[in-house]
């Protein structure tokens, strides 16, 4: 099936189409998904891609006209406005910013609702095919909605790009980027229309229900896996583009499913896997490295009750039951698993009437705990 998926790619003008709008919107949307994430506004990308339907269909009535460029104007200035409105209820009244964000996603988008209903009443809805933004329909793109893709979201990069610098300044330090005299705000406008040009090119593919999740998922899934800017924003872009194309070619060849969905499940996957088996963050990862950190206290107590019942009798090869250890550690480890652990280490054995002694090596091991143990509380 792959091999026939890269030859349709050049062959196939449909699916060539909807490969390559996939992980333009992608990549675009992850790598500038990464600073709504970063500066904890990921609910901006949720509330902007429900705004901008009332943009959509306004340039339509405006224009009569459903060239993708036209669209992608009118959706990118009512969700600037929609952002700031957010900004000015926040700035200028009581209201909380997640507030201030329900309020502003369910006006616009319930104007936008209103204005598809008058619109599908008119004799040229059907031409309009408006409805396919609220869900996506990604089979209808063609080569002109791609090279917008490309054109609008490669600008996008390219402005990323050119102010890396400050972009990352603002999200990171925003006080001392106060103190040298930068523009913060303008700065902030500027990573907020980015944030909207991502999402106006993608709601012809996914739709303004799923597009929020084009613009958060890559950028979480890329933050478990490292912590530097760079490397978050490019892994980001590479997640959104690895489930365009994935959803592309699932819904195309598998399952004819709606490529949209497809592409949001593709993204959840990859999600899922991140929060698994990151190394750093990841919780599979994390629990291993409890259990060894367990197992490792463990040891280490029963390690030092050995020695302290070592130290009451003048024969070091002396024996203790499980019991009189049990006893010690009155239930706060397994000492029983401990002392199989420290079998395998080679720092305890077994005598001949099954209790347990010290080796050699387990004496100095314990010695050298104890007097860390003393330089530590030393130094408390």
Excluded at 113 to 130: D, I, K, S
Excluded at 347 to 360: I, K
Aim: hydrophobic share 50%.
């Amino acid at each position: 099936m792959f091999p026939e998926f890269l030859t349709d790619i050049y062959t196939d003008y449909t699916i060539r189409n909807i490969t390559l709008g996939a992980m333009t919107l992608g990549f675009v949307s992850g790598s500038l998904g990464t600073f709504a994430v970063l500066r904890r506004q990921s609910l901006l990308g949720d509330t902007i891609s429900h705004a901008v339907l009332p943009g959509i269909i306004l340039a339509f009535m405006l224009t009569g006209s459903r060239d993708p460029l036209i669209l992608i104007i009118g959706a990118a200035i009512v969700g600037w406005i929609a952002t700031l409105s957010i900004m000015a209820i926040v700035n200028t009244t009581r209201i909380k910013p997640d507030a201030s964000l329900a309020l502003v996603l369910s006006v616009f988008f319930g104007f936008g609702m209103m204005l598809m209903t008058f619109v599908q009443r008119q004799p040229e809805a059907a031409a309009a095919g408006l409805s396919r933004f609220l869900f996506g329909q990604a089979a209808a793109i063609i080569w002109d909605d791609v090279r917008t893709m490309l054109i609008v979201g490669g600008s996008a990069m390219v402005i990323l790009l050119f102010f890396w610098k400050e972009f990352k300044l603002v999200v990171f330090d925003r006080a001392f980027a106060l103190s040298m005299g930068m523009p913060v705000r303008r700065f902030d406008v500027v990573l907020t229309t980015l944030l909207v040009i991502a999402i106006v090119i993608g709601l012809q593919t996914v739709g303004v229900v799923l597009m929020s999740a084009m613009v958060v998922a890559p950028a979480a899934a890329a933050r478990q896996w490292t912590d530097r800017l760079g490397f978050v924003t490019l892994l980001a872009g590479g997640f959104g583009a690895l489930s365009g194309v994935s959803g592309a070619l699932i819904s195309v060849y598998m399952t004819r499913m709606p490529t949209g969905p497809t592409i949001v499940l593709c993204l959840t996957v990859i999600v899922i896997f991140s929060l698994l088996m990151a190394p750093n963050r990841g919780l599979l990862w994390s629990w291993v490295r409890q259990h060894r950190q367990s197992r490792e206290i463990r040891s280490r107590v029963v390690l030092g009750d050995l020695y302290w019942l070592s130290a009451q009798h003048e024969g070091a090869e002396h024996g203790h039951s499980i019991g009189t250890l049990e006893a010690m550690s009155a239930g706060r480890v397994a000492v029983d698993h401990g002392l199989e652990d420290l079998e395998r280490a080679g720092l305890a054995q077994r005598t001949e009437n099954d209790n347990w002694m010290l080796t050699e090596r387990g004496r100095h091991q314990a010695q050298k705990d104890l007097q860390s143990g003393e330089r530590e509380s030393g130094d408390v």
